[in-house]
């Protein structure tokens, strides 16, 4: 079965920081670009990021409101993506989801939670 | 990079079809045949309904199209089923340093 499973949210300060896995199965995960996306409630998706293949030099690209504060990385040897979230904000308060492909999202996890209160 | 422009809601009856709008510029929507749908049900993840503009994922019926046309893509849906209820994004790649931007959200209501 194609699963991608996330983990790692929770509840953390203003100015903290937090890293979300992603593990993927069923399919050929070093393959694949992986991206992040978030959803604040109520409101609509937002492209986070996005780490591509070994074969397209595992580039990352991300949204302007998060460039310069998170990071993606990946493992192909345990077919897990990462999402380090440092100086978080209120506003990074979100469900976060990742998804595989390139240009287009095809296999999407249940989502982990990340709240940034004090 | 702003949002994509679409609908915030849109209607229709059993077995009609309704047309999602999805306007974006030529350095997202226009420049690139990388616009991808999604259908997102309350509390559940989105799901992929249409990718590369007109292509359909195995398991999605075929009451779902896609279209594209300048700036402007679009999602129909024909023959309205119930279960068709849901929020819509639209999403298209826009180019290497913004890489990938998202409509609003269109709500659809089955009457």
């Known amino acids: 079965e194609v699963q991608l499973v996330e983990s790692g949210g929770g509840l953390v300060q203003p100015g903290g920081s937090l890293k979300l896995s992603c593990a993927a199965s069923g399919f050929t995960f070093s393959g694949s670009a992986m991206h992040w996306v978030r959803q604040a409630s109520g409101k609509g998706l937002e492209w986070v990021g996005r780490?591509?293949?070994?074969?397209?030099?595992?580039?990352?690209a991300f949204a302007a409101s998060v460039k310069g504060r998170f990071t993606i990385s990946r493992d192909d040897s345990t077919n897990t993506a990462y999402l380090q979230m440092n100086s978080l904000k209120a506003e990074d308060t979100a469900v976060y989801y990742c998804?595989?492909?390139?240009?287009?999202?095809?296999?999407w996890g249940k989502g982990t939670t990340v709240t940034v209160s004090s | 990079q702003s949002a994509l422009t679409q609908p915030r809601s849109v209607s229709g009856s059993p077995g009609q079809s309704v047309t999602i709008s999805c306007t974006g510029t030529s350095s997202d929507v226009g420049g690139y045949n990388y616009v991808s749908w999604y259908q997102q049900h309350p509390g559940k993840a989105p799901k992929l309904m249409i990718y590369?503009?007109?292509k359909r994922p195995s398991g999605v019926p075929d009451r779902f199209s896609g279209s594209k046309s300048g700036n402007t893509a679009s999602l129909t849906i024909s023959g309205l089923q119930a279960e068709d209820e849901a929020d819509y994004y639209c999403c298209s790649y826009a180019g290497t340093y913004t890489s990938f931007v998202f409509g609003g959200g269109t709500k659809l209501t089955v009457l």
């Open positions: 998804a595989s492909r390139d240009y287009y999202m095809d296999v």
């Open positions: 780490i591509r293949s070994k074969a397209n030099n595992y580039a990352t």
């Open positions: 590369d503009v007109t």
